[in-house]
């Protein structure tokens, strides 16, 4: 806390901005695309495993999918001489769009760039707590959390998941479909969300055609699953089961899935599979 906030001269910040990005963050975003990807890529040709030389120096490759893939411009704007970037002005356009962009297309090009630097999302994160932001990069897609617990539960679901193929798969397709800005499916994430943790007692139990309530009941006989915890989750999956829950109204239209009840489910999902993972 600043001494201007702890004298009551500024505002103090408590809740985090979910819509809107701050003008401190967007810089301190600017600066870790800067520092990260445009300054520390080389910008000469190099040479691949096979000591063959490569056609674009590692700027270029970046420069060259932001204008492809990102920006979708023709690729004769782009200023590249022998495999290298040429001049300024590939910087300035990306930095003149940046700081006029809205905050989500911001949010877009943030999590377009994670993938051309291994520590991008940490460094970023870490910035994103610093300024209040709801979004965090879990599995390299920003996400809107309450709380750095909620993050915390998806990352380990995904990463304990390693050996649980199906797991992982449901967990991270999920996450795909909440996150998912211009197309978001709330719905369908929540079915995958509750298949992650079917699945997984599947696996446990060596019964591909069991229901979750009955894996449930089995691995309450082999790992001492506490009859509070149990009857916890087989509620929550009712929820999800019965003619009013998501998996009798994936096609009604007239029953409505919002981002929190998504959130939730994933959240939810996430710790019981890392706690079902701990048992085995």
């Known amino acids: 806390m600043r001494f201007t906030q702890r004298l009551g001269l500024s505002p103090i910040i408590t809740e985090l901005e979910k819509i809107g990005m ?19 890529r080389s910008n000469e040709i190099g040479y691949d495993y096979y000591g063959q030389r490569e056609s674009y120096s590692k700027l270029a490759e970046y420069f060259r999918d932001l204008w492809i893939h990102f920006f979708k411009l023709p ?7 022998h495999g290298c970037i040429h001049g300024n002005s590939p910087f300035q356009h990306v930095r003149n769009w940046f700081f006029k962009a809205t905050w989500g ?35 390299g897609v920003l996400v809107e959390i309450n709380s750095k617990e909620e993050a915390i539960e998806i990352h380990n679901a995904i990463k304990n998941a390693d050996k649980f193929k199906p797991v992982k798969t449901h967990i991270q397709t999920a996450l795909e479909l909440l996150s998912d800005r211009k197309k978001p499916d709330f719905r369908n994430s929540v079915k995958e969300s509750i298949s992650a943790v079917e699945s997984l007692a599947k696996i446990i ?18 790992h001492q699953i506490p009859n509070s915890l149990k009857s916890a989750f087989s509620a929550l999956y009712g929820y999800t089961s019965d003619e009013g829950g998501i998996r009798h109204s994936l096609l009604e239209k ?27």
């Open 105 to 139: 297309e911001v949010f877009d090009f943030i999590e377009f760039s994670s993938e051309y630097h291994e520590s991008f999302p940490e460094i970023c994160n870490s910035f994103l707590k610093k300024e209040m932001s709801a979004y965090r990069f879990v599995n």
């Open 75 to 81: 690729i004769d704007n782009l200023s590249v001489n």
């Open 205 to 222: 139990i060596k019964d591909d055609k069991t229901t979750l309530g009955q894996a449930l009941k089995e691995i309450e006989r082999k």
């Open 22 to 40: 701050s003008p401190e963050l967007r810089n301190s975003l600017w600066t870790i695309v800067l520092e990260t990807i445009l300054t520390l």
């Open 254 to 280: 007239n029953v409505t899935v919002e981002m929190e009840e998504a959130r939730f489910m994933l959240i939810a999902c996430s710790a019981f599979v890392n706690y079902l993972i701990s048992k085995i």
